[in-house]
């Protein structure tokens, strides 16, 4: 009554109760998050006065991590409401004017606003709720029906928990009404609604026991068609789906599916939870078809069913979103998980899982549609909500980092990528069966970075352990199978095994035919890779028609700028490049780029790849000038997201080291018109155009060298006809073709040219206006026998290339500033010189280059040739723009300056080769060779002890102090670093001597190093085997490191103290990992030279095991010139693999040799099998450098042919080792 009457004496209008305000403390971070969601939610609180409020609200921020909330209560009272009461009269606390509200009172949050400036201290309004709130009222009777008012009050919490996704406050509940009730069915209802509870916590095994224990109870008691035995059966079903049982799960949801509709009329909201259920096991399962006709079942069924707000239409909503997403219906499938977005936010909490699991839905398909921004803030919406909601280890949480990391490897950023995906596999490996398909489906997402990163080796470890999964967990012909055939293909693919990629990407494709629809966007991905695959093969026609099926599938299935177009453009760009059509490989490739600036951040690592792609056209088609650009803009891009040992970098530092090179620029020998000269002048359009490399400003300096050094050239030819000695001096000078080639090592001659222009006499300045019909004759009649300029450009240059050349010119020349030399002193030179060295034809008489006088004087007065001849002015500018440029880039002008090497370890048997070659090839260099002679070496392996430039210092390179003496006194310019310790037997014996000479060795001659502070390059030479066994394929540069033996583990660790001097001290290193070596000089200890030695005295032959251990070998000479290579040209911090085709067995080894000594005997006569080693890996193998390759290395010695030469070797020097 108390009630009423305070109702009836309000007044009709909205009341503030500002005399007092209830008052919530939250957690500081739970805050940060609520704010925003209070906004929409619905709350039931009770009441307290106003200044009691505040003291507690103020209060709670004292405590670090709290924040304080005030509310203000608005009623209205002309709105039938829950009742309330004034209990002040009443109260014990009389002074806290409290009022009472119903239990069941409901508020709607309204606007918030900070408290005396402090961002802790909050006032939020709330307003009474009418009692005839329409959606609410639809809302709140369903979940009562839901949470079966039949059922007692606890019984009712507890399910009302589970609905708001409160599991483990349900679990209390539960575990003390199971612990209370003496009744049989009461138990099976609570064992039950635990199996849900455990379910929701993700403890699936648990589940389990608890839904079996409750049909184990009911079977002794209800019929087999009775309800109850329908959500025992859905939940045990929907465990087995969760933990990738897919027929058990099926199997369940069937009985429960069979038991409704015996029982139901067809349209019961009952029914449409089995046929959901069933839907969703026939996803997982990649039966779409199937699973979409039961998710409409369901959806018709609850559209009848349940008011348009409920959450379960939102999960029938969400079910059909993702069998279209799978179907590749972005557009449909975003359509549905929208409108389940829409139910969610209206029906539950802020912070409940389905609302995170609707997020999650939401960004998927915005990744698949290319719309990264709007994904990822899905993503990190639903992860706010599972962290907050769930526990730190529950799959669904896994399932978030999983789609983050996606996200960001969209994006490019593959080291967040890498740790998301991590913390998923983390929470997954804890929770789920070691076969779970889900599990799978993270070592692929893990193994797909490492793939991104260039880590080939780990990445097939992931992918490897994933598709063993997917073998025992998934039909033969499920499409995530198919997925893991591909992602092992692409490995293999980049790992240069192209035979096991084709299988594998062929399997993949089988499957996915059988699995999917024919314009399906993964089956355009299955083509792509077999497209690939045939192109490394070299089958073009076959790789052309596989990238045209899947680009007919993307441009069917995906919007206009979906970066999977832009792939597939790519790969039918590449496949036109090799096939020599540039005109179609650019259109394709400029179609890719055009998607690609769209569609990814602007340095994404495929944007790289495209702007790399276009350089490789226009670098085929000779256009250097833009194919320097492109391959400049992939590098800067690429720099910024890719590790710095990635093989992508390579790749395009190779190319911008090619294209930036001073290439040869290629002009028939016979003489175009001025016009045509005028043309290529003008368009840019040389056939070769000269380039110098420059990353920061290459199209300034690029325009530069045109302008100063190329128009004054093509003056030089425009201004002479008939016949001009210019094609053949600068032959002579320069080349030793047919062509005119201008190349680096006519740089010093343009120097010189230089100097003597700028040092010239001026004795007869010549003016534009002086030039007349009779100006070269009247000049030389006037005055014969003075030096006058009347030669042009045309003729000075190639005169003074051909004289510098030949060392001829010293001092001055009297030449004007515009390129001229007296006609007498060019008859001198012709006659004294140039005809004596025969660089002219004999049959050119003087007289004929005197009549060409008046042939010359009337081109000069021509409009044509004067444009051009100003051109000329620039030459003195020549020296200065490439004395500017090749400083800007590190290259030396003097290429024969003169090196002084230290050689470690060089009276071994690859360090004495590399001195012999190196004494013989470069007499102006020295060489100090520190040895300690080990057994293995020999003073007798170098050839010419005696050379003046050869010194030989007995002495321990652990001595540091030895070292750097060394340094200072002989000024070392370069070191090349052999000495190691390399016998593998012996480091299984006294592996601490290896330490001591590999590492602690290696670290010295480093010290050294690091304190003389003038060496230029130091070669680190190192092995194959620090990476470690490798069954299949082969290691490229990038590969992870794995020594498994105490050898190679030394050798590994010398490699990372040799990159941190690197990193450190600015030490410029080379490091060269050599596959097995052999030739001449070799010592016994090794495998080819004892079996030739043991075998030439008649004896037989061990080996270890089956003799089935497989090496790759080459040439020991092949490897010098490699190293020679390397230390002349090649590019410091960088790795080089120096591998070889040569892969062979022990008995193949064996065998070979036996044929070539024709000894006459069976293979099994010569060999005594011996006890296998227990360190001997079954196989190393490495690449061939792409990098190496590029700088003009190649194998030159045949298997068949070094053997011989060995074997030769060894028959002339039998005793070489003994003595």
Do not use: W
């Given at each position: 009554m108390k009630v009423n009457?305070?109702?009836?004496?309000?007044?009709?209008?909205?009341?503030?109760?500002?005399?007092?305000?209830?008052?919530?403390?939250?957690?500081?971070?739970?805050?940060?998050?609520?704010k925003e969601s209070l906004k929409r939610e619905y709350y039931t609180l009770n009441y307290c006065s106003e200044q009691v409020s505040l003291n507690f609200a103020r209060r709670a921020i004292a405590t670090s991590d709290l924040v304080g909330i005030l509310f203000d209560m608005k009623i209205d009272p002309s709105i039938p409401s829950t009742p309330f009461a004034n209990v002040h009269d009443v109260s014990y606390f009389?002074?806290?004017?409290?009022?009472?509200?119903?239990?069941?009172?409901?508020?709607?949050?309204?606007?918030?606003?900070?408290?005396?400036g402090n961002n802790r201290l909050w006032q939020v309004d709330l307003i009474l709720t009418s009692d005839n709130d329409q959606d609410l009222h639809i809302l709140t009777e369903q979940m009562r029906k839901e949470i079966h008012p039949d059922k007692k009050g606890w019984d009712r919490l507890g399910q009302l928990l589970i609905k708001l996704g409160q599991f483990n406050k349900a679990e209390e509940v539960y575990d003390i009404l199971l612990e209370q009730t003496t009744i049989d069915l009461e138990k099976a209802s609570m064992n039950h609604m635990l199996g849900i509870v455990k379910h929701g916590q993700g403890e699936y095994k648990d589940a389990i026991t608890y839904y079996k224990r409750s049909i184990k109870i009911e079977e002794k008691m209800l019929s087999p068609t009775h309800a109850n035995f329908v959500a025992s059966y859905n939940g045990i079903g929907l465990v087995y789906a969760k933990i990738g049982d897919y027929s058990n799960a099926l199997s369940y949801h069937q009985k429960a599916l069979e038991i409704n509709q015996k029982a139901l009329p067809s349209s019961h909201s009952h029914l449409a939870m089995p046929y959901n259920n069933i839907g969703m096991v026939y996803h997982k399962m990649g039966d779409y078809s199937n699973a979409l006709s039961y998710h409409q079942k369901a959806l018709e069924i609850n559209q009848k069913a349940l008011p348009s707000n409920h959450p379960d239409l939102a999960t029938s909503y969400s079910n059909i979103g993702m069998v279209y997403h799978k179907m590749g219906d972005y557009s449909n499938a975003l359509s549905y998980y929208q409108k389940a977005l829409e139910i969610y936010q209206k029906a539950l909490p802020s912070n409940h899982p389905d609302l995170a699991t609707s997020y999650n839905n939401i960004g998927m398909v915005?990744?698949?549609?290319?719309?990264?921004?709007?994904?990822?803030?899905?993503?990190?919406?639903?992860?706010?909500?599972?962290?907050?909601?769930?526990?730190?280890?529950?799959?669904?949480?896994?399932?978030?980092?999983?789609?983050i990391a996606l996200a960001y490897e969209s994006i490019g950023d593959y080291s967040n990528a890498l740790s998301y995906h991590q913390k998923a596999l983390e929470i997954l490996q804890k929770t789920l069966p070691s076969n779970h398909p889900d599990l799978a489906i993270s070592y692929n997402n893990i193994g797909l970075m490492h793939h991104n990163m260039g880590d080939y080796s780990n990445a097939l470890s992931f992918h490897q352990k994933a598709l063993e999964i997917y073998q025992k967990a998934l039909p033969s012909n499920h499409p995530d199978l198919a997925l893991s055939h591909n992602n092992i293909g692409m490995v293999d693919y980049k790992m240069g095994d192209y035979s096991n990629a084709l299988s594998y990407h062929q399997k993949a494709l089988a499957i996915l035919q059988k699995a999917l629809?024919?314009?399906?966007?993964?089956?355009?991905?299955?083509?792509?890779?077999?497209?690939?695959?045939?192109?490394?093969?070299?089958?073009?026609?076959?790789?052309?028609?596989?990238?045209?099926?899947?680009?007919?599938?993307?441009?069917?299935?995906?919007?206009?700028?979906?970066?999977?177009?832009a792939t597939s453009y790519n790969n039918i760009g590449s496949v036109y490049g090799e096939m020599g059509n540039y005109s179609n490989a650019l259109s394709y490739y400029q179609k890719a780029l055009e998607i690609s600036q769209k569609a990814l951040p602007s340095n994404h690592p495929d944007l790289a790849m495209s702007y790399n792609n276009i350089g490789s056209v226009y670098d085929e088609m000779g256009n250097y000038s833009n194919a320097l650009s492109y391959y400049q803009k992939a590098l800067e891009i690429s720099q910024k997201t890719l590790p710095s040992n990635h093989p992508d970098l390579a790749i395009y530092y190779n190319n911008i080291e090619v294209a930036g090179q001073i290439v040869l620029y290629n002009y028939h020998h016979g003489k175009p018109s001025i016009q045509e000269i005028k043309e290529k002048i003008n368009n840019d359009?040389?056939?070769?155009?000269?380039?110098?490399?420059?990353?920061?400003?290459?199209?300034?300096?690029?325009?530069?060298?045109?302008?100063?050094?190329?128009?004054?050239?093509?003056?030089?030819?425009?201004t002479t006809t008939s016949y001009s000695p210019i094609p053949v001096l600068l032959l002579t000078c320069i080349s030793n073709d047919n062509n005119l080639n201008i190349i680096q090592n006519a740089t010093d001659q343009l120097i010189n040219i230089y100097s003597h222009i700028v040092n010239a006499k001026l004795l007869t300045p010549v003016n534009d206006e002086d030039i007349n019909e009779n100006y070269f004759e009247s000049l030389w009649t006037t005055n014969p026998e003075e030096f006058h300029h009347i030669t042009v450009l045309s003729d000075i240059l190639p005169i003074l290339l051909a004289l510098i050349h030949d060392g001829k010119v010293n001092g001055q020349i009297?030449?004007?500033?515009?390129?001229?030399?007296?006609?007498?002193y060019f008859k001198t030179i012709y006659s004294n010189e140039i005809k004596q060295e025969n660089i002219l034809p004999q049959s050119v008489p003087i007289d004929d280059i005197t009549d060409k006088f008046e042939q010359w004087n009337k081109q000069m007065i021509s409009p044509e040739t004067r444009q051009l001849y100003q051109a000329s002015f620039l030459l003195p500018n020549v020296l200065k723009s490439i004395e500017q440029i090749l400083q800007q880039q590190k290259i030396h002008m003097n290429r024969n300056t003169s090196k002084i090497l230290l050689v470690t370890g060089g009276c071994g048997f690859i360090g004495s080769t590399f001195i012999n070659h190196w004494i013989e090839t470069y007499p102006n260099d020295k060489i100090i060779n520190i040895d300690r002679l080990d057994p293995v070496a020999n003073m007798k392996n170098i050839s010419n002890p005696n050379s003046p430039n050869y010194t030989f210092i007995l002495a321990d390179i652990n001595n540091k102090d030895i070292v750097l003496h060394l340094f200072n006194q002989y000024n070392i310019t370069h070191i090349v670093h052999f000495a190691v310790q390399a016998h593998l037997d012996s480091s299984f014996g006294n592996s601490i001597t290896f330490t001591e000479s590999n590492v602690y060795g290696t670290h010295s001659v480093l010290e050294a190093s690091r304190i003389y502070g003038k060496i230029q390059k130091f070669i680190h030479i190192s092995t194959d085997e620090v990476y470690g066994e490798t069954p299949s394929g082969s290691n490229q540069e990038i590969c992870l490191l794995n020594p498994l033996n105490p050898y190679a583990a030394t050798i590994a660790a010398a490699e990372f103290l040799v990159k941190s001097y690197g990193e450190s001290f600015k030490l410029q290193y080379c490091i060269i990992r050599l596959c097995n070596v052999y030739g001449p000089r070799q010592h016994f200890e090794k495998v080819i030279p004892t079996f030739i030695n043991t075998l030439l005295h008649g004896e037989k032959i061990k080996i270890h095991g089956d003799g089935k251990q497989i090496r790759h070998f080459i040439y020991v000479d092949d490897v010098i010139h490699a190293i020679e290579i390397i230390l002349n040209k090649g590019k410091t911090k960088m790795i080089y693999n120096i591998g070889t085709k040569n892969e062979l067995n022990v008995l193949d080894i064996a065998k070979y040799i036996l044929e070539k000594l024709q000894l006459n005997k069976n293979l099994d006569d010569v060999i005594i099998y011996v006890k296998p080693r227990s360190f001997s890996e079954k196989r190393y193998c490495t690449t061939i450098s792409g990098l190496v390759k590029s700088l003009g290395w190649k194998e030159e010695i045949s298997f068949d042919q070094g053997l011989e030469k060995t074997i030769e070797w060894l028959q002339l020097n039998p005793d070489y080792w003994t003595k």
């Open positions: 009457e305070n109702k009836q004496n309000c007044d009709q209008r909205c009341h503030d109760l500002s005399n007092g305000r209830a008052t919530l403390c939250l957690c500081h971070a739970d805050y940060k998050y609520n009389q002074g806290e004017e409290e009022i009472l509200f119903s239990m069941n009172s409901i508020f709607r949050i309204g606007p918030m606003k900070q408290l005396d915005y990744h698949k549609m290319v719309d990264y921004s709007n994904a990822l803030s899905y993503y990190q919406k639903a992860l706010e909500i599972y962290q907050k909601a769930l526990p730190s280890n529950h799959p669904d949480l896994a399932l978030s980092y999983n789609n629809p024919s314009n399906h966007p993964d089956l355009a991905m299955s083509y792509n890779n077999i497209g690939l695959v045939y192109h490394k093969m070299s089958d073009y026609s076959n790789a052309l028609s596989f990238h045209q099926k899947a680009l007919e599938i993307y441009q069917k299935a995906l919007p206009a700028n979906h970066p999977d177009l359009k040389p056939d070769r155009i000269i380039i110098i490399i420059n990353e920061k400003n290459s199209s300034k300096l690029i325009d530069t060298i045109n302008d100063h050094l190329l128009i004054p050239l093509y003056v030089a030819q425009a009297n030449i004007c500033n515009k390129g001229t030399i007296s006609l007498k």
